[in-house]
């Protein structure tokens, strides 16, 4: 790899802009990798996007821990405030049911509400 040593990375940019290669870094909060048996998921990460070819190449580093397959984090499912009282307002019902309802349609205000006013 010495000769890879005097490269200026400018030049080394234009050189894979010629080739038709473009990387970009992805502003990520988790990857999660599902495996039959366990989901592998990095927390942290650093992810950069390199396409080729009209191919994608992810490169992951971060954090990793494993767990049971499925099981999601709370942190991942926050719902925001203003969502919550959105289906509160609209269908009169107590936080707790609204909250819940929320989670059962991934976090999704019109779901959630249309779920309260059909049960």
């Known amino acids: 790899m010495s000769g890879m040593k005097g490269i200026n990375p400018r030049q080394m940019k234009q050189a894979m802009k010629k080739m038709g290669i473009t990387n970009a870094s992805i502003n990520a909060i988790e ?4 495996c039959p048996d366990k989901d592998i ?5 650093d992810v950069n996007a390199m396409t080729m070819q009209g191919s994608t190449t992810y490169q992951i580093s971060g954090i990793v821990s494993e767990r049971a397959p499925g099981k999601v984090s709370d942190d991942i ?8 009282e959105l289906v509160i ?3 009169q019902c107590d936080r ?5 309802a929320l989670e059962a349609c991934g976090g999704q ?3 959630a509400i249309l779920k ?3 049960e």
């Not at 990857?31 to 599902?34: C, D, E, L, M, Q």
């Not at 499912?77 to 919550?84: F, K």
């Open 31 to 34: 990857v999660i990798i599902r």
């Open 41 to 45: 998921v990095i927390s942290d990460p």
């Open 77 to 84: 499912l926050s719902i925001p405030e203003e969502d919550i």
């Open 89 to 91: 307002s609209q269908t």
């Open 96 to 100: 707790e049911k609204a909250i819940e």
């Open 109 to 111: 205000p019109a779901e």
């Open 116 to 118: 309260i006013m059909t």
